[in-house]
């Protein structure tokens, strides 16, 4: 199984970089994270926003791997605490399915985004920034992972 992290932006500070890598380094094979950065549009003085995000909702789904579950991170969506995240990734361990989870940028993600995706879960009642997004959902797999392992990780 692999688990995409289809992401609005591709010049994220170093620390965001490091942090993401960390966690993603520490999956096995079998629940392998890879990350696909989809370039944000220009957001100038001017700039149409409804526009900006509806071009970077359509990359987001360009980028969606084929028979992949795809779930929207919205403010919305369905809140899951880390052992429900855990149940959640076994049960798609168990069945081997792809997963692609769509964060969006400083607008959100593309309602062509959130009406594309099987489900739509919360990180968060908080706002988070984007960057510190793919921070947080990698530690959260990885503790997700940990947990179904019985791995010290967790405590």
């Given at each position: 199984?692999?688990?995409?992290?289809?992401?609005?932006?591709?010049?994220?500070?170093?620390?965001?970089?490091?942090?993401?890598?960390?966690?993603?380094?520490?999956?096995?094979?079998?629940?392998?994270?890879?990350?696909?950065?989809?370039?944000?549009?220009?957001?100038?003085?001017?700039?149409?926003?409804?526009?900006?995000?509806?071009?970077?909702?359509?990359?987001?789904?360009?980028?969606?791997?084929?028979?992949?579950?795809?779930?929207?991170?919205?403010?919305?969506?369905?809140?899951?605490?880390?052992?429900?995240?855990?149940?959640?990734?076994?049960?798609?361990?168990?069945?081997?399915?792809?997963?692609?989870?769509?964060?969006?940028?400083?607008?959100?993600?593309a309602p062509a985004c959130l009406e594309r995706a099987n489900e739509r879960?919360?990180?968060?009642?908080?706002t988070l920034a984007h960057p510190v997004v793919r921070v947080v959902l990698?530690?959260?797999?990885?503790?997700?992972?940990?947990?179904?392992?019985?791995?010290?990780?967790?405590?």
């Amino acid at each position: 199984m692999q688990i995409h992290i289809i992401a609005i932006g591709d010049r994220m500070p170093e620390w965001v970089e490091t942090g993401y890598k960390e966690y993603a380094k520490r999956l096995p094979r079998e629940c392998r994270l890879v990350l696909h950065e989809i370039p944000a549009g220009r957001r100038t003085k001017g700039a149409d926003l409804r526009r900006v995000v509806e071009q970077e909702g359509a990359r987001q789904l360009d980028a969606i791997p084929t028979g992949a579950r795809v779930v929207a991170l919205d403010r919305v969506g369905k809140q899951l605490d880390t052992e429900a995240l855990a149940e959640e990734l076994k049960r798609r361990l168990a069945g081997s399915e792809n997963l692609a989870l769509l964060v969006g940028g400083p607008e959100g993600l593309a309602p062509a985004c959130l009406e594309r995706a099987n489900e739509r879960w919360a990180l968060s009642k908080l706002t988070l920034a984007h960057p510190v997004v793919r921070v947080v959902l990698a530690e959260q797999l990885y503790r997700a992972w940990s947990i179904i392992n019985n791995l010290p990780y967790h405590r």
